[in-house]
């Protein structure tokens, strides 16, 4: 088991980087979510739109903690200079952000029509749509970020 651990290290070091840069990016929309409002009277309501400042403004942090955690815990230095590391990070990640928010749509219209029950706990389409995408968006994300900007 360890050595099948130390074998799948990156991976694993991936996978809690996300966890960590979700957290931030969950965390800071609660904070923009509460505060903009207060100064910006259409950030609740745009055109349909709920808080879309706060939406970028919480995915950039997560991009940017993703970034950081990815170059200091999951993967070694890359065979380009920092710049163009950061500016095809950045690529991947915005990329990576319309793939996400495109796939949820296919599956929450076209896939997942009914409630999924673990028994302990009902999952709706719309989480289940979510977590799917994330899922097969991470996989798609680690693959590039590994092979492409980063020693692979």
């Keep these: ?11 694993l070091s991936f996978i809690i980087a996300g966890g960590a840069s979700a957290v931030v990016e969950i965390g800071s929309f609660k904070l923009f979510s509460i505060s903009l409002p207060q100064i910006l009277s259409w950030e609740q309501n745009i055109f349909g739109i709920h808080y879309p400042l706060s939406n970028v403004l919480s995915t950039t942090c997560g991009i940017f903690f993703n970034y950081f955690l990815s170059i200091w815990f999951v993967f070694e230095r890359g065979k380009h200079s920092k710049k163009r590391e950061f500016a095809y990070f950045m690529f991947v990640s915005f990329f990576s952000t319309i793939l996400s928010l495109t796939v949820f749509q296919i599956f929450y ?14 999952l709706s389409p719309i989480m289940i749509s979510k977590i799917a995408a994330i899922g097969l968006v991470s996989v798609i994300n680690y693959s590039v970020k590994k092979r492409v900007i980063f020693n692979g």
């Design 109 to 122: 219209y076209f896939v997942f029509r009914d409630n999924l029950h673990l028994g302990f706990y009902t």
């Design 1 to 11: 088991m360890k050595q099948l651990l130390l074998k799948q290290k990156q991976v």
